[in-house]
């Protein structure tokens, strides 16, 4: 059904899982879309009561996917899933394995629970690449 991330339910918990580690998880439109999407029927799940982001591979989320068309940087911009993460009804928790950078650090601060490995490696590297992070709740 999803491309770019993973969903697994077991025992009253979802497992979101993004799914690009060739790309360290980096967030393109596509990614954002499922994401979205899946926390929706997440939240409708009565059976669900917690869920867990993480992300496969070396990596969380590398951030923005800088290689994304040009078309797609505008609608990457947008709000709405930092939005749904932030009013989520029920628990999210955050399990860092790896990078967390940039957007991909953003979504996890919008979590309520973070919790990363020891290999975890977070910031915000924008002003390093020449953009601006944004903060949207």
Not at 66 to 92: C, H, W
Not at 121 to 132: D, E, K, M, N, Q
């Amino acid at each position: 059904m999803y491309k770019t991330i993973l969903v697994e339910k077991r025992n009253h918990i979802a497992i979101l899982t993004l799914n690009r580690p060739e790309r360290l998880n980096a967030v393109n439109l596509q990614l954002k879309e499922e994401v979205h999407h899946a926390l929706d029927e997440l939240e409708a799940d009565n059976d669900v009561r917690v869920v867990v982001m993480t992300g496969a591979g070396r990596a969380f989320s590398s951030g923005g996917d800088r290689t994304a068309l040009d078309s797609e940087m505008g609608e990457l911009v947008s709000f709405e899933e930092e939005e749904r993460l932030f009013n989520f009804d029920k628990p999210i928790i955050a399990a860092i394995n790896g990078y967390a950078l940039g957007d991909g650090l953003q979504q996890a601060l919008l979590c309520d629970i973070l919790i990363a490995s020891e290999k975890a490696i977070l910031g915000f590297i924008g002003a390093r690449i020449g953009a601006l992070c944004h903060v949207s709740v």
